[in-house]
T-cell receptor, first 119, second 110 residues
Framework: DVKVTQSSRYLVKRTGEKVFLECVQD?????MFWYRQDPGLGLRLIYF???????EKGDIPEGYSVSREKKERFSLILESASTNQTSMYLC??????????????????FGEGSRLTVL | GENVEQHPSTLSVQEGDSAVIKCTYS??????FPWYKQELGKGPQLIID?????GEKKDQRIAVTLNKTAKHFSLHITETQPEDSAVYFC?????????FGAGTTVTVRA
């Protein structure tokens, strides 16, 4: 089975702190994603990576950055956490579409989520 | 960009009855429509998907229908069981980037 592991299930941070959310997948998937889940808003894409050291902005990248130094690991970084970044963060990976122009999309495999509270 | 609307936001059904969730999308170029189920404390998991060259797809008790002309697609769950209680998300895309609906919380009453 594909396994996507998020390092922290629950985090509590203070405004202005730097926050790292780590995600590791074990199926050699090219694509990795970070989504944010909020009630009534569904899942919104923050950043996407289709290869090592490659990244693309999603719908809500403001206030976030990402790092993908190894194929299996994709990190989400909040440079200076704010209260409006309190949310559930979901990491996902997928096998299809090795380029941004791919017309095919495959199954997303999600981690269990990291619930971040910023005080 | 793509905009996906999902209705209803909550749905309560008696065990054994059917449940229907409806989604509309805005981008006529979208060609892939998956449905994800999220159980409490877990990440979403794909349960069924459909591509634009197909009008209907069925997998045991779940089925998805697609109307490309009207730009809407629906999830049908028959003979609902307690384990069907979860949050369901529809999504649409034409390439790597999925746009998700807001989700439907389904509760199956025993």
């Amino acid at each position: 089975d594909v396994k996507v592991t998020q390092s922290s299930r629950y985090l509590v941070k203070r405004t202005g702190e730097k926050v790292f959310l780590e995600c590791v997948q074990d199926m050699d998937h090219e694509n990795m994603f970070w989504y944010r889940q909020d009630p009534g808003l569904g899942l919104r894409l923050i950043y996407f990576s289709y290869d090592v050291k490659m990244k693309e902005k999603g719908d809500i990248p403001e206030g976030y950055s990402v790092s993908r130094e190894k194929k299996e690991r994709f990190s989400l970084i909040l440079e200076s956490a704010s209260t409006n970044q309190t949310s559930m963060y979901l990491c996902a990976s997928s096998l299809w579409g090795t380029t941004r122009d791919s017309r095919a999309t495959g199954e997303l495999f999600f981690g269990e989520g990291s619930r971040l509270t910023v005080l | 960009g793509e905009n996906v609307e999902q209705h209803p936001s909550t749905l309560s059904v008696q065990e054994g009855d059917s449940a229907v969730i409806k989604c509309t999308y805005s981008d006529s170029a979208s060609n892939y429509f998956p449905w994800y189920k999220q159980e409490l404390g877990k990440g979403p998991q794909l349960i069924i998907d459909i591509r634009s060259n197909v009008g209907e797809k069925k997998d045991q008790r779940i089925a998805v229908t697609l109307n490309k002309t009207a730009k809407h697609f629906s999830l049908h769950i028959t003979e609902t069981q307690p384990e069907d209680s979860a949050v369901y998300f529809c999504a649409a895309s034409q390439h790597y980037k999925l746009s998700f609906g807001a989700g439907t919380t389904v509760t199956v009453r025993a």
